[in-house]
Structure formats: structure tokens, C-alpha cells
């Protein structure tokens, strides 16, 4: 079973940058979609970034775009997050989201743990 192990995260002043990685732990064929989503408190999760089609089609969010970049390794079997210019309403627990096949091409569709990103003003 995938399991999705993040990284990176942290307390980082404003302008400053960080990078999540987000490192797929299994047997798999590849990494077709890729979801970075953002939980800050008492609020909804939302969506920050997105690569699909192989990570050939990017989308983000109107608040991130220009700022985030969000990218793969195929060779690590990892993808990231590269957060630069960060404000404080950064602030929130970043989750990433990956779907793709099995070496046997059966479908996965996997969540990481979450991560905190803290952008002190």
C-alpha cells in the first residue's frame, strides 16, 4: 500500500522560503496527478497546486500563483513544493495528494500526513 511521507516544513519569516517534499513509499509504476492542498486553522482545506497529465498541466490557486512551483522527481519517486516569498497567511498545515499505478496498474490515490508551515511576519 502507498503510504506518503512529508517533509520540509517548519517556522520561516516572511519572505522567506521553504520546499515540501512529499516521498511515495512503495512499488510504483509512476506518479500521474499531484495535489498540494492547505488546512490553515479554523478554516477548509483547499487546494494550492496541482500537476496533472504527468505533471505536464500545472494549476494554482490565485493567492500562490507566481510564488509556489510544485514539481516531481520520477527517479526518487518524490514530489515538491517549492514555497518562496512567503506571507504570513502561508500559515496552514500543507497536505499532498498523489494518484498514479502500481507496477501492476492497479490505481493508487494516496494522502501524506500533513505538514505545518508557520510564517512569522
Known amino acids: 500500500q502507498v503510504q506518503l511521507v512529508e517533509s520540509g516544513g517548519g517556522l520561516v519569516q516572511a519572505g522567506g522560503s521553504l520546499r515540501l517534499s512529499c516521498t511515495v513509499s512503495a512499488n510504483i509504476f509512476s506518479i500521474n496527478d499531484i495535489n498540494w492542498y492547505r488546512q490553515a486553522p479554523g478554516k477548509e482545506r483547499n487546494m494550492v497546486a496541482s500537476?496533472?497529465?504527468?505533471?505536464?498541466?500545472?494549476n494554482y490557486a490565485d493567492s500562490v500563483k507566481g510564488r509556489f512551483t510544485v514539481s516531481k522527481d520520477n527517479a526518487e519517486n518524490t514530489v515538491y513544493l517549492q514555497m518562496n516569498s512567503l506571507k504570513p497567511e502561508d500559515t496552514a498545515v500543507y497536505y499532498c495528494n498523489v494518484q498514479g499505478f502500481y507496477r501492476n496498474l492497479i490505481e493508487y490515490n494516496a494522502w501524506g500526513q500533513g505538514i505545518r508551515v508557520t510564517v512569522s511576519p
Open positions: 500537476a496533472t497529465r504527468g505533471g505536464s498541466l500545472t
